[in-house]
C-alpha cells in the first residue's frame, strides 16, 4: 500500500482592497510644539516632571528629540529625567489632543467615512472606493499628510497597502513624514525582509521564542510549516503564518454593543511600589481594551478603583470629551486617577478599570519612503 502525503495549497491573497494607515508623528508631543514653540528642536517628555511629584509616574510619549537619549513610551518619568536631566517636561493636556484628533478626523472623512480609529493618533482608511474618485491610494495618503500639515502644523506617517497588516507595518518604516507605498507585488520583499520583531503583535517574549526556534525576519518565519507555528504559538502562529504571506482579510470596521466594561484584580500580597502598581495598570488597561475590541464597544468615562489592606475602596472618575478605546489612553488617565487619590502608605489589595459611557464603535477620535515613487492604485 503506498502511503500519501497530504499537501496543502497555499492561502489565497486578497489584493482587492486599498489600505491607509496613518499615524501621527510623536502626536501629544507635537501638538505641545505647536502651542509653544519655544519647545522645538528641545528635547521634550509628555509627563509630569519627577521633581513635581516625588518621581511617581511614566513617560506618555516624547519628542524625537528625547528619543535621541533613549527616552520612550512607558518609560518611567523618573529613568526619563536621569537620562536627559535638561529635558523639559510638560503634564498631558488629553481635552486639547481630543480635538485636535477630532479635526484630523474631520479631514479623514473628505476622503472616505470608511475609517477605524485605533487611537487619537492613528486610524485605518479604506479608500478603494472614495468621495474624490481618486485611483491613487497614495495620492490620498499625500493628500492626507498635507492637509495635516498646512491646517494644522503637524506632521504624520502613512503606510499604503492592499490590507491593514502591511499597511501598519508601513506607516512605521520612515519616520517622520513618510509614506511607505507597499504595492501586491512588493509585499513577499517587504514581509521577508523585515525583523520579526518587527512584525505587529509580536511582542518581546513571542520575538525571544521566535529566536530560539530560529526565526528572526520574515523569511525565516515562512520557511516555517503552519501546524508548527500553531504547536509553538497557538492562534497567533495560525495568523502569523497567514500575515507572513501578505494575507490579512480584517475589514476596516467603522462601527463596532453594555453599559460598562471593566478589569480588576485582587492581590493576594499587596502591591507596595510605585512601579507594581503602574505595571498593574498597564496591564488592566490592555485587558479592558481588548474585552472593548471584543463587543465593539468604546466610551467616554474611564473610573479607577482602589482598595487598601484596610479594606477602604476609593473610586475615581473622569469623563473625556471623546470615546476611547484606546489601551494607551486608558492607562493614561488611570494613572492620573492614580496619582491624584492614590497612595502605597497601608498597600494596595485591589486595582480596577472601568469604561463606562459606552457606545458602538464609531469614527469619533484619532494615534521614508520605500517605493514611495511609486502609486499604488
Known amino acids: 500500500m503506498r502511503s500519501s ?133 497614495t495620492k490620498i495618503a499625500a493628500l492626507i499628510q498635507q492637509a495635516i500639515y498646512e491646517e494644522l502644523h503637524l506632521t504624520c506617517s502613512a503606510g499604503v497597502s492592499y490590507n491593514k497588516f502591511i499597511a501598519k507595518l508601513a506607516s512605521d518604516y520612515q519616520k517622520p513624514s513618510g509614506i511607505t507605498v507597499i504595492p501586491p507585488e512588493k509585499a513577499y520583499e517587504f514581509l521577508n525582509n523585515l525583523e520579526i520583531s518587527k512584525f505587529y503583535g509580536v511582542g518581546k517574549k513571542t520575538a525571544e521564542k521566535m529566536y530560539q526556534l530560529n526565526i528572526f525576519n520574515g523569511a525565516d518565519l515562512y520557511q516555517k510549516d503552519e501546524l508548527e507555528l500553531i504547536h509553538y504559538f497557538g492562534k497567533m502562529g495560525y495568523s502569523l503564518y497567514r500575515k507572513v504571506r501578505g494575507i490579512d482579510d480584517s475589514p476596516v470596521r467603522v462601527s463596532r454593543e453594555r453599559k460598562s466594561i471593566g478589569r480588576e484584580h485582587t492581590y493576594g500580597k499587596p502591591l507596595t511600589t510605585e512601579e507594581e502598581v503602574l505595571a498593574e495598570l498597564r496591564f488592566l488597561a490592555g485587558k479592558v481594551q481588548a474585552s472593548l475590541e471584543r463587543n465593539q464597544k468604546h466610551g467616554k468615562i474611564i473610573v479607577v478603583k482602589l482598595r487598601n489592606s484596610d479594606y477602604e475602596t476609593i473610586t475615581r472618575r473622569v469623563s473625556l470629551p471623546t470615546y476611547t478605546k484606546s489601551s494607551e489612553e486608558i492607562f493614561f488617565h488611570a494613572q492620573s486617577l492614580w496619582e491624584d487619590a492614590g497612595s502605597l502608605e497601608k498597600g494596595i489589595r485591589l486595582l480596577g478599570i472601568t469604561v463606562t459611557g459606552l457606545d458602538p464603535q464609531a469614527f469619533e477620535n484619532i494615534v521614508l519612503p520605500l517605493w514611495s515613487n511609486k502609486s499604488y492604485s
Do not use: W
Not at 44 to 63: E, F, M, S, W, Y
Open 5 to 137: 502525503v497530504i499537501q496543502f495549497d497555499e492561502p489565497i491573497r486578497d489584493t482587492s482592497r486599498k489600505i491607509i494607515h496613518v499615524d501621527m508623528d510623536a502626536f501629544y508631543a507635537s501638538v505641545e510644539e505647536r502651542e509653544n514653540p519655544s519647545l522645538k528642536g528641545k528635547p521634550l517628555v509628555i509627563a509630569r516632571h519627577p521633581k513635581d511629584n516625588g518621581g511617581r509616574g511614566v513617560v506618555t510619549t516624547a519628542n524625537y528629540e528625547a528619543r535621541k537619549f533613549g527616552i520612550h513610551s512607558a518609560m518611567s518619568a523618573q529613568k526619563a529625567y536621569e537620562l536627559c536631566p535638561e529635558a523639559i517636561f510638560v503634564p498631558g493636556r488629553h481635552e486639547l489632543y481630543s480635538e485636535v484628533s477630532a479635526s484630523i478626523h474631520e479631514i479623514f472623512k473628505r476622503f472616505t467615512d470608511i475609517i477605524e480609529p485605533l487611537s487619537l493618533d492613528e486610524a485605518y482608511l479604506d479608500v478603494t472606493e472614495n468621495k474624490k474618485n481618486i485611483k491613487s491610494a
